[in-house]
T-cell receptor
């Protein structure tokens, strides 16, 4: 049972344009969501997070949107840069007794073309 | 501030052997979580330690175990290795347990190959 899904395995975007990465979840107990960027053979790098009490959080070029009723979140990168090319994972935490357990999606490979 | 340090970076073991992986969290962080990343299963949670106590465990067999020391450093052990244990093992640290909604910062991982 995959509780966090990233349905697009890959996304290709032109430099300077917007990249939109999507994530859906099924567990209504999830109350904290994170996005990570990962290069091959490296650990994930934290990008941005959002609590379920918010519907938007911005940090520089990165904005995360949360739609709780649709159980959907998205990461917007504007403008996209070639250095953004990596695998992007969304992750969710249910808090409470879930403690340190993050549930990850399968990842989306973002390629930004110069 | 130094990041999360995992040692060794690469490891090759034979089926049936055991292996111990080490993780030093960011200074001041008391929560350490372990994850396994494989091409087929993605990133899967193994367990989390906070103040030397295991607080949560994922769906892995008992061959996977861990511990945390008083200085917050953590080790993960896998006994009786199987070919399917070949993976990238990632350690993450956070200042508070994840249930207080803090970010987890990952190390570079240990690439384990079982032959």
């Amino acid at each position: 049972d995959q509780q966090v899904k990233q349905n697009s395995p890959s996304l290709s975007v032109q430099e300077g344009r917007i990249s939109i990465l999507n994530c859906d979840y099924t567990n209504s107990m999830f109350d904290y969501f994170l996005w990570y960027k990962k290069y091959p053979a490296e650990g994930p790098t934290f990008l941005i997070s959002i609590s379920s009490i918010k519907d938007k959080n911005e940090d520089g070029r990165f904005t995360v949107f949360l739609n709780k009723s649709a159980k959907h979140l998205s990461l917007h990168i504007v403008p996209s840069q070639p250095g953004d090319s990596a695998v992007y994972f969304c992750a969710a935490n249910a808090g409470g007794t879930s403690y340190g357990k993050l549930t990850f999606g399968q990842g989306t490979i973002l390629t930004v073309h110069p | 501030k130094a990041g999360v340090t995992q040692t060794p970076r690469y490891l090759i073991k034979t089926r049936g052997q055991q292996v111990t992986l080490s993780c030093s969290p960011i200074s001041g962080h008391r929560s350490v979580s372990w994850y396994q990343q494989t091409p087929g299963q993605g990133l899967q949670f193994l367990f989390e330690y906070f103040s030397e106590t295991q607080r949560n465990k994922g769906n892995f067999p008992g061959r996977f175990s861990g511990r945390q020391f008083s200085n917050s450093r953590s080790e993960m052990n896998v006994s009786t290795l199987e070919l399917g244990d070949s993976a990238l093992y990632l350690c993450a640290s956070s200042a508070q347990p994840q249930d207080t909604n803090t970010e987890a910062f990952f190390g570079q991982g240990t690439r384990l190959t079982v032959v």
